[in-house]
Antibody, heavy 126, light 113 residues
Framework: QITLKESGPTLVEPTQTLMLTCTFSGFSLTTTKVGVGWIRQPPGKALEWLAL???????RYSPSLENRLTITKDTSRNQVVLIMANMDPVDTATYYCVHRRSVPVADTVFYFFDYWGQGAHVTVSS | DIEMTQSPLSLAVTPGEPASLSCRSS???????????LDWFVQKPGQSPQLLIY???TRASGVPDRFSGSGSGTDFTLKISRVEAEDVGVYYC??????????FGQGTRLEIK
């Protein structure tokens, strides 16, 4: 059974740096073709993909936020950390940690987001 | 960025009736390998999103067969053959043609009449 849980501050002041931790179980980030991503959702708005990290430490970032984001993994603790610098009130959102699964089809490997955490609510305000 | 546009933005359906949700992308999601890199999710009230369909038409594990995905290139459809009360929520399409350019649509809210 795969589970993911986000943790971190609920309130951050503008210009501060946010650090969110995703603690997961039921899989390992040492297993090939596995990844963990972060997706956020401002109140009443749509989903926005932020970052991905794969078993081989390949990292991908949303181009619009790339200069503010850092994603890392700690395989011994089964954790993935997202750091977002220079927080602004528009960054107020629920931040989700998501498992990225691979499936082989013919000679290709496809990925999709299957298991989601419950989400961490983050408010940016002074 | 590849922009995803969903329509309608909201939809009210009588239980037992079908529903059709549309998703259009600003560029083709059909890869040279013949697969469309388009997924569908539903976010039920108060819950995290959950995967319904991946690669345009493959149902995720445990998803009822009343849900089906179709389309290719830039035009995709999610169909619910017979809507049930538990299907209430916001449905999102997502493209992942390029792993560094994942984008979601704005969502379609499904309500029950």
């Amino acid at each position: 059974q795969i589970t993911l849980k986000e943790s971190g501050p609920t309130l951050v002041e503008p210009t501060q740096t946010l650090m969110l931790t995703c603690t997961f179980s039921g899989f390992s980030l040492t297993t090939t073709k596995v990844g963990v991503g972060w997706i956020r959702q401002p109140p009443g708005k749509a989903l926005e993909w932020l970052a991905l990290i794969y078993w081989d430490n390949d990292k991908r970032y949303s181009p619009s936020l790339e200069n503010r984001l850092t994603i890392t993994k700690d395989t011994s603790r089964n954790q993935v950390v997202l750091i977002m610098a220079n927080m602004d009130p528009v960054d107020t959102a629920t931040y989700y940690c998501v498992h990225r699964r691979s499936v082989p089809v013919a000679d290709t490997v496809f990925y999709f987001f299957d298991y989601w955490g419950q989400g961490a609510h983050v408010t940016v305000s002074s | 960025d590849i922009e995803m546009t969903q329509s309608p933005l909201s939809l009210a359906v009588t239980p037992g009736e079908p529903a059709s949700l549309s998703c259009r992308s600003s560029q083709s999601l059909l890869h040279s390998n013949g697969y469309n890199y388009l997924d569908w999710f539903v976010q039920k009230p108060g819950q995290s999103p959950q995967l319904l369909i991946y690669l345009g038409s493959t149902r995720a594990s445990g998803v009822p067969d009343r849900f089906s995905g179709s389309g290719s290139g830039t035009d995709f459809t999610l169909k619910i053959s017979r809507v049930e009360a538990e299907d209430v929520g916001v449905y999102y399409c997502m493209q992942a043609l390029y792993s560094s350019l994942i984008t979601f649509g704005q969502g379609t809210r499904l309500e029950i009449k």
